[in-house]
């Protein structure tokens, strides 16, 4: 083979064996690196379990530990338990040692008591036997100086023994009747005499005048033409208003004035500012109407807390809540036969404090409760009871005294009075009442409801005349003696005041008193 041809060998098996010999080193350092990660994983697991190993055994060495201090803590509280009951036992032990030492001292004492109980015994029977002996010597004697004055006297025993009753029974009889007419005259004059001076000198110095209110209330108009303005077109205006304040408008023939018709005063002054305010502005329109409404209704609210609070101020009385004071200024629109109830209660309060200064009780007291006696009627229309009843639980309200509370509740002697004051605040609450001038009622409506109450009594079987006395306060009913017996008669009066109360008006309370009189009768010839 020449040069050439070896030359052109070699070119072809150059590469190939390059491209072998290339594989081989590189076969040979991959090997060569794979056991190196291979030996580098081998000492990183073993350095994995080694570090494993040495935690499970800090682990296990924590939770002997904790296994040992847990069994102390145990044994200590065992032990310090079992001390304790040791100790306790050793106490009780110790108390029914104590006890039964002194059960055997008492059984001493009581078997010495015995002893000394049944000596003692002893010496009473004896002397009681020494006694006996005595009493039958002096009863011997006794008979023996009764006869000898039997003999003397001519009287027997038992005669003379009454003869002396009725001489000290009658001798009794007259000194104690003198002394109690002595005692009573002197109590009554006194008594008369300071009351009257007392009730004077309060009525003096509290007079004052009260103005009569109706249901209606007039509403003067600068122009006849406005009446058609506030009829409004079809009626529009006039129902809105009747609507919006509760009443009812009176457009009838009065030159230059509207009428406002309601029983709620309250109701009936809203309606008068409001209507006063359309009138004034002219522009009277349903819109209009509801807001100048709302407006008056906030406008009384403030006059009402002005009241209330003018009342405070008046009679210089404080810390009252403000709630209660709202109740206390609408008394300034309610009225009670024609008398204004704030003022009334105002004068009740002005004669209580008086009398109660001159009997020298808490006079502040006495102030407060004259003035909140009649709270009750502030919402006695919309609430069922009485004003006394709910002005008690109105008071129970505001955490008001007790002595506060019985005088709301006793002023009408619905409930006993349990003070003093109570019964000032009563006796003020009649004088304001019944002075001339305070109240007013119909003569037709006075009449009719004492008719009322008489014809109520004498629809019952067995009544024969029924008399309405002090004002319609008193029933008094006259039965027939031969068809009502004494227990019928009880009966029968109770069941005339519950008619009362179910079919008839009328303030305060009425008494029913059923007289049923028996007569003997007989003829001499």
Avoid: W
């Avoid at 059984?107 to 006694?131: G, T």
């Avoid at 009554?188 to 005048?209: H, L, P, Q």
């Amino acid at each position: 083979m020449n040069r050439l041809e070896l030359m052109k060998l070699m070119i072809l098996v150059g590469p190939v064996a390059g491209g072998l010999i290339g594989y081989l080193i590189s076969h040979y350092f991959r090997l060569h690196s794979d056991k190196r990660k291979l030996d580098e994983a081998a000492k990183g697991a073993e350095r994995i379990i080694e570090c494993a190993r040495r935690k499970g055994e800090r682990e296990k060495q924590k939770i002997v530990l904790a296994g040992k201090e847990q069994i102390y803590s145990d044994k200590e509280k065992i032990e310090r338990e079992s001390r304790e009951q040791r100790q306790e036992l050793a106490k009780s032990e110790n108390r029914l040692n104590q006890l039964e030492a002194n059960v055997n001292k008492k059984s001493d004492m009581m078997l010495a008591r015995e002893r000394k109980a049944a000596e003692q015994e002893k010496a009473q029977n004896r002397r009681a036997e020494e006694l006996e002996r005595q009493a039958e010597d002096v009863a011997s004697a006794k008979e023996e100086q009764v006869h000898k004055l039997q003999v003397i006297s001519g009287y027997s025993r038992e005669e003379a023994k009454k003869e002396l009753f009725r001489s000290l029974e009658k001798e009794a009889r007259y000194d104690s009747a003198v002394l109690v007419k002595e005692i009573k005259d002197e109590a009554m004059a006194t008594a008369t005499r300071d009351a009257k001076r007392i009730v004077t000198n309060a009525i003096e110095r509290c007079a004052g005048s009260h103005s009569a209110e109706t249901t209606v209330s007039v509403v003067q108009l600068p122009d006849e033409k406005l009446k058609g303005k506030i009829i409004g077109r079809e009626g529009k205006n006039i129902r809105a208003f009747e609507e919006a304040t509760g009443v009812q408008l009176v457009v009838d023939d009065t030159p230059e004035a509207v009428l406002i018709s309601a029983f709620d005063p309250i109701r009936r002054e809203v309606a008068r500012i409001a209507l006063q305010e359309l009138i004034t502005s002219s522009r009277i329109v349903p819109d209009r109407i509801e807001a100048v409404v709302i407006k008056a209704n906030l406008h009384m609210e403030e006059e009402i807390k002005k009241a209330g609070e003018g009342a405070l101020k008046e009679l210089g009385i404080k810390n009252m809540n403000p709630k209660l004071v709202q109740l206390l200024g609408r008394l300034k629109y309610r009225s009670s036969y024609g008398q204004n109830v704030l003022n009334h209660s105002i004068e009740v309060a002005y004669l209580t404090y008086a009398m109660a200064k001159q009997l020298r009780i808490d006079a502040r007291l006495a102030k407060r409760a004259g003035l909140l006696h009649d709270i009750g009627k502030a919402v006695d229309r919309g609430v069922e009871g009485t004003h006394t009843e709910i002005g008690v639980k109105i008071a129970q309200g505001f955490n008001e005294h007790p002595i506060v509370l019985n005088s709301i509740a006793a002023h009408h002697e619905d409930v006993p009075a349990t003070s003093l004051l109570s019964v000032l605040v009563s006796a003020a609450d009649a004088i304001s009442g019944a002075r001339p001038g305070a109240r007013r009622e119909s003569l037709e409506g006075y009449i009719k409801r004492l008719e009322k109450l008489e014809g109520l009594s004498e629809s019952f079987d067995g009544v024969d005349k029924a008399f309405a006395i002090k004002a319609g306060r008193e029933i008094r009913v006259m039965v027939e003696n031969d068809k009502v017996d004494d227990a019928h008669a009880m009966v029968l009066a109770s069941e005339i005041a519950k008619k009362i109360e179910a079919e008839a008006e009328y303030p305060g309370k009425i008494k029913v008193t059923v007289i049923r009189e028996f007569r003997a009768v007989e003829h001499a010839r």
